[in-house]
């Protein structure tokens, strides 16, 4: 079949057989996925990867349990058998579970979604991709130093058709473009590495091939070239309490570890413990907890243009939604579905639920985790500063199981004395509490540093399930936390 094709009868039909087989509750979610990525590495071209998947997920509730099956086949006798499975598995549980699943109401729709794109990337031709990514590496190759050098471009193209037993009808279309490069070099024992414009394959959005021309891989290579190689003979930062100002390649990792992760709705009710451990931010807390500062608010955006965590409809069939997370320093939201919403008594999911892919039940998952911005210009946050540092992109980090006591690593740091920039910083070592952290913060730079980045790989569940998040992020500042050298 075409990618763009949607057998939108099949999954109505199937509903229909779910509906007189007596559920009280099903919806079907048929998927296919094109994906598409390029390596290219100290000149070599890696193997490609090019691979299509494609099938139905089918999830009943009776009797307040869930069951779920999927088959990657259409034919009638395949479909019948996975919704067999998926009513005998619900059944099954209905025996042992305790406590009935109640679901949060939400208004049915017949919808039609499309995302924006210029260039469909699957018609840029392969060699026209290769050959920008081999420009692009060859630009940062050279000084002895540089061992490796690797740049990357990363597409999907998903069709996605949704029905429920309520009567919802929504077909949604995606592309999503990324790229990007890394450069390790090393001298002696010291070994550094820089990426561009962000680590852990983080330049990922909703938009087309233009996307990645907008990167401008060509023009960050000699960038990052010159900070490598200034990064093996700078010395890390003197351990202490300092001020830190984090530009927004780094506030992504720090809102993606310490406020999307607690604000899941199914962690801080305890249904992610076996895994991926809890959350601090436990019910009682909604409302009063004081999560940061009075200048941080931190909003759950899914309708944010070209966010990685963009959609039309959740996999429950819930709208796209802005919801407040954290509202002038207090916590007040969660991301939810209709489920946990149901069980905390709100009155409507927030829309966070949704699948990799159609093997797999859906669960509650960031969309796009924003911090707003403020209004000071990066001169106004440095101005006052006698002594501190600012540090980019993400290398490392840790976080416990409540999401409380963390530690990250960045690339790279620079200096900053009386108010100005000097000289870089390797290894850079900061920790903190998380409402500690977040009340220190004392400047949020304005909407012109504010800066949409795509992650491509937040785990979560049991099989894991890897899923497209985004993070918006101006730069920010923090008095009195601690930094250290990483080693």
Known sequence: MSVERIPTAIVLQL???????????????????????????????????????????????????????????????????????????????????????????????????????????????????????????????????????????DFTKSTKCFASTEGAQIEQRAIESGAGLEVVAQQGAEVQVRSYPNSHHGALAQAGFEYVKQLDLVGGAKTIQHEVLQLLRATPPKAGQTTLILDPTQMVMQLHESCGHPTELDRALGQELSYAGGSFLTPERLGTLRYGSKLITIVADATAPGGAGTFGYDDEGVPAQRTELVRDGVFVGYLSSRESAARLGLRASSGAMRADGWDVPPLVRMTNVNLEPGDATLGDLLHDVKRGYLLSTNKSWSIDDQRLNFQFTTEIGWEIANGKLGAVVNNPLYTGITPQFWQRCTGVSDRKTWRLWGVPNCAKGEPVQLMHVGHGAPYARFDGVAIAPAR
Request: no cysteine.
């Open 15 to 153: 509903v229909k057989d779910l509906t007189r087989r007596g559920v009280d509750y099903a919806d079907v979610r048929f998927e296919r996925i094109l994906h598409e990525s390029l390596i290219v590495e100290n000149s070599q071209v890696k193997p490609i990867s090019l691979f299509e998947t494609a099938g139905v997920g089918i999830r009943v509730l009776i009797r307040g349990s869930w069951g779920f099956a999927s088959t990657p086949h259409l034919a009638p006798s395949f479909l019948r058998r996975a919704s067999a499975q998926a009513i005998d598995i619900a059944k099954g549980s209905s025996s042992i579970n305790k406590k009935a699943v109640r679901l949060a109401p939400v208004e049915p729709v017949h919808a039609s979604v499309r995302s924006s794109w210029q260039i469909d990337p699957f018609e840029v031709p392969l060699s026209k991709k290769l050959d920008y990514l081999l420009w692009a590496e060859a630009t940062v190759r050279g000084p002895k130093p540089i061992k490796r050098v690797t740049a990357h471009m």
